[in-house]
């Protein structure tokens, strides 16, 4: 049975063990705000969805604005008269024509036209921007919220190397007590499976860490995602 002195060893190392992880996480909360704007940036800039919605206010802004034209109606008038020559029997045609300008004083039809076209362009322009701003929306509160699942993930990681590297330190002094005869060979037994417990979560934090960074640098910055997936490893820029 393992003695009393050892249990507290091994409970001494997880209380440590817990309080750097408090104190961790408070740290990393911290993270500048600079850095997490220029992350915001970057994603905004390059989000393919943004990107697409941008081009469309673009299209919809070039769109030439509806202009009244004056409101001119030209004619062309065409016939043919008969003229009597000088001696009196003889006759010859001859063509006629004439250009008519006609200049309406107003025309209700074409304005309420043109006043429409205009009305629906503004429309249009109004929707993109407003589809805009909430989809710019989603994708920046998307980012924070997978930013806020890395910073944990990575604090519970460090915590638990730290509890590692204390149970390895603690395995290390009682193999001196077994050497010399204070403690049993079988004292060894609880903390050497802690420590392989403990390996066993760093490999799957550190797996489930790395992958949501990738996922996150590829489905929120498009091509840009490797330079998303540096920023995302929070290290001084």
Same mark, same amino acid.
């Given at each position: 049975?393992?003695?009393?002195?050892?249990?507290? +060893?091994?409970?001494?190392?997880? %209380?440590?063990?817990?309080?750097?992880?408090?104190?961790?996480?408070? @740290?990393?909360?911290?993270?500048?705000?600079?850095?997490?704007?220029?992350?915001?940036?970057? $994603? $905004?800039? /390059?989000?393919?969805?943004? *990107?697409? *919605?941008?081009?469309?206010?673009?299209?919809?802004?070039?769109?030439?604005?509806?202009?009244?034209?004056?409101?001119?109606?030209?004619?062309?008038?065409?016939?043919?008269?008969?003229?009597?020559?000088?001696?009196?029997?003889?006759?010859?045609?001859?063509?006629?024509?004439?250009?008519? %300008?006609? =200049?309406? +004083?107003?025309?209700? $039809?074409?304005?309420?036209?043109?006043?429409?076209?205009? %009305?629906?362009?503004?429309?249009?322009?109004?929707?993109?921007? @407003?589809?805009?701003?909430?989809?710019?929306?989603?994708?920046?509160?998307?980012?924070?919220?997978? $930013?806020?699942? =890395?910073?944990?993930?990575?604090?519970? +990681?460090?915590?638990?190397?730290?509890? +590692?590297?204390?149970?390895?330190?603690?395995?290390? /002094? &009682?193999?001196? *007590?077994?050497?010399?005869?204070?403690?049993?060979?079988?004292?060894? #037994?609880?903390?050497?499976?802690? =420590?392989?417990?403990?390996?066993?979560? =760093?490999?799957?934090?550190?797996?489930?860490?790395?992958?949501?960074?990738?996922?996150?640098?590829?489905?929120?910055?498009?091509?840009? #995602?490797?330079?998303? &997936?540096?920023?995302? /490893?929070?290290?001084?820029?």
């Amino acid at each position: 049975m393992m003695s009393a002195r050892n249990r507290s +060893l091994i409970v001494l190392a997880v %209380l440590i063990a817990a309080l750097l992880m408090s104190r961790g996480y408070a @740290q990393s909360k911290e993270v500048e705000k600079d850095y997490l704007q220029r992350m915001i940036e970057l $994603v $905004v800039e /390059a989000n393919p969805t943004l *990107q697409s *919605q941008r081009n469309l206010i673009m299209e919809i802004e070039t769109v030439p604005e509806p202009v009244r034209g004056p409101d001119l109606a030209l004619g062309l008038k065409t016939g043919a008269a008969v003229e009597s020559m000088d001696t009196g029997w003889e006759r010859r045609v001859l063509p006629t024509g004439s250009i008519e %300008l006609t =200049i309406p +004083l107003y025309s209700a $039809v074409k304005k309420r036209k043109i006043a429409l076209d205009r %009305l629906t362009i503004q429309k249009d322009l109004a929707k993109a921007w @407003q589809d805009y701003y909430r989809l710019k929306n989603s994708v920046t509160s998307d980012l924070l919220t997978r $930013v806020d699942k =890395i910073i944990s993930l990575k604090n519970e +990681l460090d915590s638990q190397k730290k509890l +590692l590297s204390l149970l390895e330190r603690n395995l290390e /002094a &009682l193999k001196k *007590q077994v050497e010399a005869g204070v403690a049993r060979p079988s004292d060894l #037994w609880a903390i050497s499976e802690r =420590i392989m417990t403990t390996e066993t979560k =760093i490999r799957n934090l550190s797996s489930t860490l790395e992958t949501l960074k990738r996922e996150t640098a590829v489905n929120l910055a498009g091509t840009r #995602w490797p330079d998303l &997936l540096k920023m995302l /490893a929070f290290e001084a820029a």
